[in-house]
């Protein structure tokens, strides 16, 4: 029998995947057999995936991920981004089963959580990282910005009225009215392939520095990756002036600080709100605490 992670148990369970967790060993095992690999000891931390060591026949290292079904992630849209960005700003992709949700690709480093980087010195290097990614990539099958918009208003609201009410009616109306430009604002012939989760626990060390890991895949204004960062370190947010993350990373990638803030409180609330419903506190208070603060802040 295999390990698995007792939060990946906890998200397979919740979203009806009892028959995979069942079957995961033996999963395993067929894939052993049929990429001519062994599997070794498990990644912590993650929830989406089993995540675990493999090595080669021919003895070199890299990674088994098998996404848990129904889980809301789509491993094709991951393949994809790996395909087209993959020993770039993420890992190289070796195989991948889209049947058996299941990715074999480089094995990196350390996340750059455990190296304790200041903020700023974190944001650096994600911007970085995350322009190694943009490209255009039309006809690549990925969801646009337009649909991930849409897609994040919905869940706000759902979400809002389910927790009965965690946050204010303002900081809910100022995230839809973003989604509402957001998605008006996108252009398919202006699109690019971005990560879509850019955070500090998907950055892993490499060989050319760091690269990200577990894209989620959208065509979309690369502004989307610089609300994620907005998004993030909300403590850290309000103790200045929150427009003044919104403007350097804006002015370090030459991006719309417009739409950089407005993704910006899409994200952060969808977040603390995702955070609250599966209990991941302090982040979830704290997220929801920025959302309060900021909310009906105008760009200026």
């Known amino acids: 029998m295999i390990e698995v992670p007792d939060v990946v148990r906890s998200k397979a369970r919740s979203v009806g995947a009892q028959d995979w ?49 129904g889980g809301g992630n789509d491993p094709s849209n991951e393949a994809t981004v790996l395909r087209l960005a993959g020993g770039e700003g993420c890992p190289a992709l070796y195989r991948f089963d889209p049947d058996r949700g299941a990715l074999l690709m480089e094995r990196l480093g350390r996340t750059m959580y455990e190296l304790g980087l200041p903020l700023w010195q974190r944001l650096e290097i994600l911007c ?27 869940f706000i609201v759902k979400l809002w009225e389910e927790l009965d009410h965690p946050c204010s009616e303002e900081a ?25 989760d850019v955070h500090q626990l998907n950055a892993l ?45 804006a002015a370090r990638t030459g991006l719309d600080p ?11 609330l969808s977040s603390g709100l995702l955070c609250t419903q599966i209990h991941l506190q302090p982040l979830g208070q704290d997220t929801l605490r920025a959302a309060e603060a900021v909310a009906g802040t105008r760009f200026s």
């Open 258 to 268: 417009v739409a950089t803030w407005e993704w910006g409180v899409i994200e952060r």
């Open 21 to 69: 967790l069942d079957g995961l060993s033996a999963l395993v095992s067929s894939l052993e057999a049929d990429w001519s690999i062994t599997v070794g000891r498990p990644y912590q931390g993650g929830s989406e995936a089993f995540v675990a060591d493999a090595t080669k026949a021919d003895g070199s290292i890299a990674v088994l991920k098998l996404l848990v079904p």
């Open 128 to 154: 970085t990282t995350a322009a190694r990614i943009w490209r255009p990539a039309s006809d690549c099958g990925l969801p646009t910005g337009a649909e991930k918009a849409r897609r994040l208003a919905d």
């Open 205 to 249: 060390q490499s060989d050319s520095g760091f690269k990200l890991v577990d894209p989620n895949g959208l065509l979309a204004e690369a502004e989307y990756d610089l609300g994620v960062l907005m998004r993030g370190d909300p403590v850290e947010l309000l103790e200045g002036d929150p427009l003044d993350r919104a403007h350097w990373l």
């Open 172 to 196: 809910v109306d100022d995230a839809w009215a973003c989604a509402s430009r957001r998605e008006e604002a996108h252009r398919d012939e202006k699109a690019l392939l971005v990560h879509g």
